[in-house]
């Protein structure tokens, strides 16, 4: 079953009588080109364990779960949900869990494992603070983005934002490639980015709350001196 034929998609989606939900940032991908990148940066082997945020149809786990060992994905739709257990039927490894990932129990994480994901573009932020914060993180996090989004994220001084900071400083990230709003149907309102966040393998010298406790002073009067914004934090 090809998922990114634009034929396919529409098929299966008036079979299961729904469409593409805005609200919830379903943009199917139909470019084979773009999966290939995405499959080629995450470097997998039978050997690893790939989180998937928000499967959609499926398009992307079935490329997944044909070079790594085990994919986990976890649908929020429950009828996309419904459709991904025909789409991955042949797929024995695979798990399926249906559930909104921001607020599921992480015990069912490995130890090992990557975050591989076309995510909606509204849960974005949350989700990269929630696996970089956690004490079981991933080896590695790809992810489709918006192209601001992942520009921001990759900032360096002078042009750093909080998001930045927050990113780089659990972790190095990476664009791998720039991807045109064509590559999905729907076609979202702005172009994407494939974007690789490294985590770093030493825990950061300067405490968490005190470092994040700087950043949000130093950014919230920015033409003030930081040593005037210590003041307000």
């Known amino acids: 079953m090809d998922l990114t034929s634009l034929k396919t998609i529409k098929s299966l989606l008036e079979k299961y009588n729904t469409k593409p939900q805005k609200t919830m940032g379903q943009n199917f991908?139909?470019?084979?080109?773009?999966?290939?990148?995405?499959?080629?940066?995450?470097?997998?082997?039978?050997?690893?364990?790939?989180?998937?945020?928000?499967?959609?149809?499926?398009?992307?786990?079935?490329?997944?779960?044909?070079?790594?060992?085990?994919?986990?994905?976890?649908e929020k739709d429950r009828t996309m949900t419904a459709i991904l257990q025909e789409t991955l039927k042949e797929y024995t490894n695979v798990e399926l869990l249906q559930g909104d990932a921001l607020k599921m129990p992480t015990d069912f994480l490995p130890?090992?494992?990557?975050?591989?994901?076309?995510?909606?573009y509204y849960i974005t932020s949350p989700v990269i603070r929630m696996f970089l914060e956690l004490e079981k993180k991933p080896?590695?996090?790809?992810?489709m983005v918006q192209k601001e989004v992942a520009q921001r994220i990759c900032a360096k001084p002078p042009?750093?934002?909080?998001?930045?900071?927050?990113?780089?400083?659990?972790?190095?990230?990476s664009i791998v490639s720039?991807?045109?709003?064509?590559?999905?149907?729907?076609?979202?309102?702005?172009?994407s980015a494939i974007i690789k966040i490294v985590p770093r393998k030493t825990a950061p010298e300067v405490p968490?709350?005190?470092?994040?406790?700087i950043v949000k002073a130093g950014f919230s009067h920015p033409r003030k001196q930081l040593i005037n914004n210590f003041s307000v934090a």
């Open 178 to 191: 720039y991807v045109t709003k064509d590559k999905f149907w729907p076609a979202p309102n702005v172009d």
């Open 29 to 74: 991908l139909i470019d084979d080109r773009t999966l290939d990148k995405i499959i080629e940066a995450a470097d997998l082997s039978s050997q690893d364990t790939v989180v998937e945020i928000g499967p959609g149809l499926g398009t992307l786990t079935q490329a997944l779960a044909s070079r790594a060992g085990k994919v986990i994905a976890i």
């Open 139 to 143: 080896a590695c996090i790809l992810l």
């Open 111 to 120: 130890d090992s494992y990557k975050l591989i994901s076309n995510l909606p």
């Open 159 to 173: 042009d750093m934002s909080i998001l930045a900071a927050s990113v780089q400083f659990y972790a190095e990230p």
């Open 208 to 213: 968490a709350d005190l470092f994040f406790k």
